[in-house]
Protein backbone atom coordinates (compact mmCIF):
# COMPACT_ATOMS: atom_id res chain seq x y z
CA UNK A 1 0.00 0.00 0.00
CA UNK A 2 1.61 3.48 -0.62
CA UNK A 3 2.31 5.92 1.99
CA UNK A 4 -0.61 8.61 1.79
CA UNK A 5 0.84 11.89 0.87
CA UNK A 6 0.19 14.77 3.68
CA UNK A 7 -1.82 17.63 3.34
CA UNK A 8 -0.66 21.28 2.97
CA UNK A 9 -2.28 23.68 5.72
CA UNK A 10 -1.69 27.50 5.50
CA UNK A 11 -1.95 29.06 9.01
CA UNK A 12 -1.41 32.30 10.67
CA UNK A 13 1.52 32.61 12.87
CA UNK A 14 -0.44 33.48 15.52
CA UNK A 15 -2.49 29.90 15.15
CA UNK A 16 0.96 28.37 15.04
CA UNK A 17 2.36 29.86 17.97
CA UNK A 18 -1.13 28.57 19.78
CA UNK A 19 -0.84 25.32 17.75
CA UNK A 20 2.56 24.55 17.89
CA UNK A 21 2.36 20.97 19.72
CA UNK A 22 -0.54 19.94 17.98
CA UNK A 23 0.98 20.93 14.90
CA UNK A 24 4.00 19.22 15.58
CA UNK A 25 2.45 15.61 16.31
CA UNK A 26 0.41 16.45 12.91
CA UNK A 27 3.75 16.72 10.69
CA UNK A 28 5.31 14.19 12.55
CA UNK A 29 2.72 11.56 11.74
CA UNK A 30 3.20 12.72 8.22
CA UNK A 31 -0.94 13.69 8.04
CA UNK A 32 0.27 17.71 7.43
CA UNK A 33 2.53 19.87 5.90
CA UNK A 34 1.95 23.58 7.45
CA UNK A 35 2.81 27.05 5.93
CA UNK A 36 3.24 29.54 8.19
CA UNK A 37 1.53 33.21 6.64
CA UNK A 38 2.24 36.55 8.66
CA UNK A 39 0.47 39.80 6.92
CA UNK A 40 -1.14 36.87 4.50
CA UNK A 41 3.00 35.87 3.22
CA UNK A 42 4.05 32.76 3.32
CA UNK A 43 7.71 32.75 5.59
CA UNK A 44 7.99 29.79 6.62
CA UNK A 45 7.04 25.94 6.41
CA UNK A 46 7.12 23.05 9.31
CA UNK A 47 7.72 19.45 7.38
CA UNK A 48 8.67 16.05 8.74
CA UNK A 49 12.47 15.77 8.71
CA UNK A 50 11.96 13.39 6.35
CA UNK A 51 10.86 15.78 3.91
CA UNK A 52 13.62 17.84 5.06
CA UNK A 53 15.80 15.32 4.04
CA UNK A 54 14.19 14.68 0.59
CA UNK A 55 14.61 18.00 0.16
CA UNK A 56 17.72 18.12 0.47
CA UNK A 57 18.65 15.31 -1.65
CA UNK A 58 16.65 16.50 -4.80
CA UNK A 59 19.01 19.84 -3.96
CA UNK A 60 22.44 17.60 -3.91
CA UNK A 61 21.46 16.43 -7.26
CA UNK A 62 19.83 19.54 -8.73
CA UNK A 63 23.65 20.96 -7.97
CA UNK A 64 25.11 18.20 -9.28
CA UNK A 65 23.35 18.14 -12.43
CA UNK A 66 24.17 22.18 -13.25
CA UNK A 67 27.88 21.77 -12.16
CA UNK A 68 27.76 18.89 -14.89
CA UNK A 69 26.52 21.35 -17.61
CA UNK A 70 28.79 24.30 -16.41
CA UNK A 71 31.36 22.00 -16.91
CA UNK A 72 30.15 21.34 -20.75
CA UNK A 73 29.71 25.04 -21.29
CA UNK A 74 33.67 25.58 -20.94
CA UNK A 75 33.82 23.82 -24.24
CA UNK A 76 31.97 26.92 -25.70
CA UNK A 77 34.10 29.32 -24.25
CA UNK A 78 35.13 32.50 -26.40
CA UNK A 79 31.94 31.60 -29.05
CA UNK A 80 29.65 34.26 -29.34
CA UNK A 81 26.15 33.06 -27.37
CA UNK A 82 24.20 33.68 -31.29
CA UNK A 83 26.78 31.49 -33.15
CA UNK A 84 26.38 28.79 -30.16
CA UNK A 85 22.57 29.09 -30.46
CA UNK A 86 22.56 28.69 -34.61
CA UNK A 87 24.38 25.42 -33.92
CA UNK A 88 22.19 24.07 -32.06
CA UNK A 89 19.06 24.95 -33.56
CA UNK A 90 20.37 23.14 -37.07
CA UNK A 91 21.82 19.98 -34.65
CA UNK A 92 18.14 19.95 -33.47
CA UNK A 93 16.36 20.35 -36.99
CA UNK A 94 18.99 17.62 -38.54
CA UNK A 95 17.89 14.87 -35.33
CA UNK A 96 14.07 15.70 -36.20
CA UNK A 97 14.84 14.64 -39.88
CA UNK A 98 16.38 12.25 -38.94
CA UNK A 99 13.47 10.64 -36.27
CA UNK A 100 11.03 11.67 -39.34
CA UNK A 101 12.73 10.02 -41.76
CA UNK A 102 13.35 6.69 -39.31
CA UNK A 103 9.33 6.89 -38.38
CA UNK A 104 7.92 7.44 -42.54
CA UNK A 105 10.20 4.63 -43.02
CA UNK A 106 8.61 0.95 -43.33
CA UNK A 107 9.18 -1.74 -40.92
CA UNK A 108 10.86 -4.60 -42.84
CA UNK A 109 9.36 -7.80 -43.19
CA UNK A 110 10.52 -10.89 -40.68
Given at each position: ?????P???????????????????????????V?????G???????????????????Q??????????????A?E??????I???V???V????K??????E??????
Amino acid sequence: MRERKPMTQTIKASEVRQQFSQLLNQVFRRETRVIVEKSGIPVAAIISADDLERLNQLEQQRTERFKALDESWKAFEGIPTEEIEREVAKAVAAARKKRRAEMERPAKAS
